[in-house]
């Protein structure tokens, strides 16, 4: 089954511990993506790689790290997490940029107290 | 810089009725458009986009949005609500020359009345 699959799906962490969200989708897509997801704000993107050992800035990339070593990974890196973190965060992946669908993954919800 | 408004986080209809849930885009080059649905506890899925072919797009359950240039516009519309139709949308733009960056509305939560 083609899908978007993300690790783990609740998560309640502590300020300042390092913790890792992981990505994986099995449709050899080129293009992965992060978002981050609050009330009235819609999603967020926070970076996103068009290929493989390429990755660039969205919109709100302050206090996160992504690394694409292979084409179906695309983790997620809180350095040192902080309560304005706590979200709904949600990995996409499609077969390219511009024009082409985006399929998500069920999301990770992250508390950090 | 390309934005997304929505006009109303939260519409309301009765079953039966009319659709209509707004999106305002700006863009300084021609964008790619896109409509998602969210069901409660889940991701987000593909409902329609606009790649500049036709410029009204007919897209699942019965939705379709209509590609406006000249008043920056996508609006969603659905002749006829289901109860099934309740959730969150989701309008979305790309931006850049390589549209690889995609900014999303603020969404809209459709409720159905019986």
């Known amino acids: 089954e083609a899908q978007v699959t993300q690790n783990p799906r609740y998560l309640i962490t502590v300020t300042g511990k390092k913790l890792t969200v992981t990505c994986s989708q099995n449709?050899?897509?080129?293009?992965m993506s992060w978002y981050r997801q609050d009330p009235g704000l819609g999603l967020r993107q926070i970076y996103y790689?068009?290929?493989?050992?390429?990755?660039d800035k969205g919109d709100v990339p302050e206090g996160y790290k992504v690394s694409r070593k292979e084409k179906r990974n695309f983790p997620l890196i809180l350095e040192s997490p902080s309560p304005n973190q706590t979200s709904l965060y949600f990995c996409?992946?499609?077969?390219?940029?511009?024009?082409?669908?985006?399929?998500f993954g069920p999301g990770t919800r992250l508390t950090v107290t | 810089a390309q934005s997304v408004t929505q006009l109303g986080s939260h519409v309301s209809v009765s079953e039966g009725a009319l659709v209509l849930l707004r999106c305002n885009y700006s863009?300084?080059?021609?964008?790619?458009l896109f409509w998602y649905v969210q069901y409660p506890n889940q991701g987000l899925q593909l409902l329609l986009k606009?790649?500049?072919?036709?410029?009204l797009v007919k897209g699942i359950n019965g939705f379709e949005a209509e590609f406006k240039k000249s008043e920056t516009s996508f609006h969603l519309t659905k002749p006829s609500a289901h109860m099934s139709d309740a959730a969150e949308y989701f309008c979305?733009?790309?931006?850049?020359?390589?549209?690889?960056?995609?900014?999303f509305g603020s969404g809209t939560r459709l409720s159905i009345r019986p």
């Open positions: 996409a992946s499609s077969l390219a940029g511009g024009p082409y669908e985006q399929y």
């Open positions: 449709m050899n897509h080129e293009y």
């Open positions: 790689s068009m290929n493989v050992e390429v990755t």
């Open positions: 863009s300084s080059v021609p964008p790619y």
């Open positions: 606009y790649t500049s072919a036709a410029t």
């Open positions: 979305a733009v790309t931006q850049g020359s390589s549209a690889s960056k995609i900014i």
